[in-house]
Nanobody
Framework: QVQLSESGGDLVQAGGPLRLSCKAS????????MAWYRQAPGQERELVAA???????NYADSVKGRFTISRDVRKNTGYLQMNNLKPEDTAVYYC?????????WGNGTQVTVSS
């Protein structure tokens, strides 16, 4: 069973940065699709950013230019660098990694942005 462990969530003031990490219990390679989602109270989970096996990164319009997704295969860890955070970024952030056709999710990390 693969486990994903997110960390880095915190309470931060608007305009500040935060970096989330997603550590996998299984080896990550450039062949894995990795993605970050978020879910705010009362809202559906939404895709924030993803990086494909080819290395292409995609972002939700609401975070383009502010968030950057990356991965370090030597550490089996993915990251989400978030800059210029806004109160509307407040949510639980989840990472998802695909091995073949199977997706694995972490338990999430809370990000709260105060105005």
């Amino acid at each position: 069973q693969v486990q994903l462990s997110e960390s880095g969530g915190d309470l931060v003031q608007a305009g500040g940065p935060l970096r989330l990490s997603c550590k996998a219990s299984r080896r990550i390679s450039v062949a894995n699709t990795m993605a970050w989602y978020r879910q705010a109270p009362g809202q559906e989970r939404e895709l924030v950013a993803a990086i494909t096996p080819g290395g292409t990164s995609n972002y939700a319009d609401s975070v383009k230019g502010r968030f950057t997704i990356s991965r370090d295969v030597r550490k089996n860890t993915g990251y989400l660098q978030m800059n210029n955070l806004k109160p509307e970024d407040t949510a639980v952030y989840y990472c998802k990694v695909a091995w073949g056709q199977v997706n694995y999710w972490g338990n999430g990390t809370q990000v709260t942005v105060s105005s």
